[in-house]
């Protein structure tokens, strides 16, 4: 397979035909359908207090509805993980026609994943209708991971020592532990099939994955906590009082995806003026960009970095709108040292114009930088995109393999002083693989 027949489709969903599932997705849909299957032969043969069985359904086919798109195409939903993790560790529940001030809470797990199973087919279901992927993947990792809570909480919490004891922080104590159990194993399901969509290393993603996860996961939590207590006072009506602080945060985390999705859209737009202007051959900056972002993930890097190195990539060549006249075919590698390095400065110093972009104009800058030259060593970054764009500049939009391995073959010979052998070796790695469309 060549470098540069990339794929076009997102790596979230991936339902064209059962041949395309990878052996992760198959064991997490098996798994989810079991647990499934089981819940609902325990919750069939009696389904204890419907009425809030039915309120945090709703609940969950609420949040499933208006799920939240994440950076690098991920998919969260807040709101849905509030319903459900709450209904899991629900202790007692106001209501009106009780003689005590709230009545217990008697459920069974396999109720509680039922009623979370329905509430995210119910919520998803528009999705469906309006053309748009189900969200299979994220509905089974987050359905696991309410499960896992609810087989801990509900025989715990049904204990004498629950259902009678007036140690609220206990009861509390024991909720953040199990939000914290769900929450890991949430993210350890979604680190392992993002690490196999796009490539990166297992330990990597994972961490990656804690990362971005850790502000939506606290959150949560603490909603979750917060919905229970309240039941005992409040009833069901808390579901919708606290309906809207969830959408609250729920649209600052979109906002901070549609930032992170103008930036990139910039970044493009600004990468092509270069190709439209005839400076270089079209489509090389996206090439350079994505396999860039594999070379990068093959050494391990976070996906921070890994944002920053797609941006430097993709702009890489825009010191050469100050050429008088273009390089043919846009190769920089036929330019003098000088010159390729006057080109990175004036690159450099148009993308700190912007004032928030100054890790990706250090980059840039760097990137005409032998690897073992004088002075400081470039950044890894820096590095990466040197290899890269050398080794795009003499195979171009080529799938012959044989001139593939000729550019590799000369990059080796110059690993000595020129570029970073093990971005070399990486580059040599990734080179035919069929690349993820996206970060």
């Given amino acids: 397979m060549s470098t540069h027949q990339l794929s076009t489709s997102a790596p979230t969903e991936r339902w064209s035909s059962w041949q395309t599932l990878d052996s992760g997705r198959l064991l997490l849909f098996a798994a989810s359908t079991m647990v499934v299957l089981g819940a609902v032969t325990v919750a069939a043969f009696k389904l204890h207090q419907p009425e809030i069985a039915l309120a945090f359904g709703g609940y969950i086919a609420i949040g499933e509805l208006l799920r939240l798109a994440l950076p690098g195409g ?42 979370t199973a329905v509430g995210m087919a119910v919520g998803a279901l528009p999705h469906v209708v309006a053309g748009r992927p189900a969200g299979l993947t994220g509905m089974c990792s987050r359905l696991l991971a309410v499960s896992a809570v609810a087989a801990v909480a509900r025989p715990l919490f049904g204990s004498q020592l629950f259902v009678n004891t007036h140690y609220w922080w206990l009861a509390v104590l024991v909720m953040v532990l199990l939000l914290t159990l769900g929450w890991l194993l949430d993210t350890l399901i979604s ?14 993603a994972i961490a990656d994955e804690m990362r971005l996860q850790a502000p939506l996961g606290a959150a949560v939590a603490a909603s979750a906590i917060i919905t229970v207590l309240a039941a005992e006072v409040m009833g069901l009506m808390e579901l919708l009082v606290f309906l809207g602080p969830l959408l609250v945060i729920q649209v600052a985390f979109r906002r901070y995806a549609g930032i992170r999705a103008t930036y990139l859209q910039t970044v493009r737009s600004l990468a092509g003026v270069t190709e439209v202007g005839g400076y270089v051959e079209r489509g090389h900056s996206r090439r350079v960009s994505r396999l860039a972002v594999a070379v990068g993930r093959e050494v391990g890097m976070p996906e921070r970095e890994l944002l920053d190195l797609e941006y430097a990539a993709l702009m890489h060549d825009i010191g050469q709108l100050s050429l008088r006249d273009p390089i043919p075919g846009g190769a920089t590698v036929l330019l003098s040292a000088d010159d390729q390095q006057r080109v990175a400065e004036l690159g450099a110093e148009v993308i700190k114009q912007a004032q928030v972009l100054d890790q990706v104009a250090e ?51 110059d690993t000595a002083t020129e570029y970073d052998p093990g971005v070399v070796a990486a580059l040599a790695e990734v080179a035919g693989r069929r690349l993820a469309s996206r970060l």
Wanted: glycine share 8%.
């Fill in 74 to 115: 991920r998919e969260a939903a807040p709101i849905s993980m509030v319903g459900a993790m709450s209904y899991a560790l629900l202790l007692r529940v106001h209501m009106h026609h009780a003689l005590h001030h709230s009545d217990v809470v008697h459920l069974a797990w396999g109720q509680v994943i039922a009623v």
């Fill in 191 to 204: 680190g392992l099939i993002r690490a196999d969509d796009v490539g990166a290393k297992f330990s990597v």
């Fill in 363 to 413: 980059l840039v800058r760097c990137q005409s930088m032998p690897y073992l030259g004088p002075g400081q060593q470039p950044p890894l970054g820096s590095r990466i995109i040197r290899a890269v764009n050398a080794f795009d500049d003499m195979v171009g939009g080529s799938t012959e393999r044989e001139r593939s391995n000729a550019a590799l073959e000369r990059l080796r010979l």
